[in-house]
């Protein structure tokens, strides 16, 4: 059974970094690109970006560019998400996702195999 749990959320101050984990199991972690998403209230799940299955590639939605950085440990089969600057518009819940695929088509619509149940994030201003 694969499983994705997400950890590292919680509430933090405008201005803070926070580091969100994704721990893999009950896949081959290394054959899988990873992705980071993420849902504000009321709103669709958008993409953060994603990393290959080295992690020597990686790639970032345009709205985020800068203050996210996505990487991974293929010896502890995890991956993570950096945010820094955080703001109250980060408030959301953040997944993980697996995919088997590349991160070389388009983020937009891309395609996921597993996905995790999410860590809530909440900024405070």
């Known amino acids: 059974q694969v499983r994705l749990v997400e950890s590292g959320g919680g509430l933090v101050q405008r201005g803070d970094s926070l580091r969100l984990s994704c721990t893999a199991s009950?896949?081959?972690?290394?054959?899988?690109?990873m992705g980071w998403f993420r849902q504000a209230p009321g709103a669709e799940r958008v993409i953060i970006g994603v990393?290959?299955?080295?992690?020597?590639?990686?790639r970032y939605s345009d709205s985020v560019k800068g203050r996210f950085t996505i990487s991974r440990n293929n010896y502890n089969n995890t991956v993570y998400l950096q945010i820094n600057t955080l703001a109250p518009e980060d408030t959301a819940v953040y997944y993980c996702?697996?995919?088997?695929?590349?991160?070389?088509?388009?983020?937009?619509?891309?395609?996921?195999?597993?996905w995790g149940q999410g860590t809530q994030v909440t900024v405070s201003s």
């Open positions: 996702a697996a995919r088997s695929d590349s991160i070389w088509s388009p983020l937009a619509g891309m395609e996921f195999d597993y």
């Open positions: 990393i290959s299955r080295s992690g020597g590639d990686t």
């Open positions: 009950g896949l081959t972690f290394i054959n899988y690109a």
